[in-house]
């Protein structure tokens, strides 16, 4: 199993805050079943150059894996949570994505649904980006309009689905809809610590649908491997909000 959205790098964000921590959250990675993972702290191009953010998370990868030496872990390969803004596109993606595939994991504005986001998820395609909207349950506009969300998927982007409200059915049910109606192509953790927002993926997976976790236990693996997810949609979910497709 392969955590796609995780903060347990240590001392770089509002995730793990120390070594300590992060090797807890490891260890309960690998209960969950977590095999693999990203470590995908997060990145607002407002706040910080590139350069700066990428000489950090080395920073704190490296003592990561000096805390870590001589004891098993799941796999691990960097990523970034990256906070879309208009000024976002003018920087160089290719050092942002996950594992230095071409899929971007993107985190919107919870305020408000970006105006421009639509072109700039096509010139992302352009470029031969693939952005994962994170946590896509989060956002009340999508939540209220689950037709730009599929209007974002039908373009060519994916979307992530956290595990907490796939455990707890009556928490959100937008996120359960999103996974019947194929607009969330994936479950992750975002975990953050070892309480609040711990490690859970694998009891999220129990939990989902066998044609859900096939399937995104495809598309996981394509993202690993930095190979193209199988495009074809399951003809066992339908999808109401994709006019075009039968
Ligand atoms: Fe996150």
Known sequence: ?????THILPGIDDGAENE???LRMLLMQQREGVDRLFLTPHFDCRKGSVEE????????????RRAAAGSATPEMKLGAEVRFSPELMREDLSRLTLGGSDYLLLELSPRRYPAVLEEAVEEMLDRGYIPILAHVE????????????AGLIEQGALAQVSADVVIDRKRFSFSHACIKHDLAQFVASDAHNTDVRPPNLGRAAAKLPDVFRRRMNAFLNAVWEGRDVPSAPDPSTPNPFFCRRP
């Open 1 to 5: 199993m392969i955590d796609l959205h």
């Open 20 to 22: 300590t921590t992060s």
């Open 53 to 64: 953010f990428l000489r950090r998370r080395e920073d704190a990868f490296d003592r990561l």
């Open 138 to 149: 989060r956002f009340f506009y999508f939540c209220g309009h689950p037709d730009l969300l």
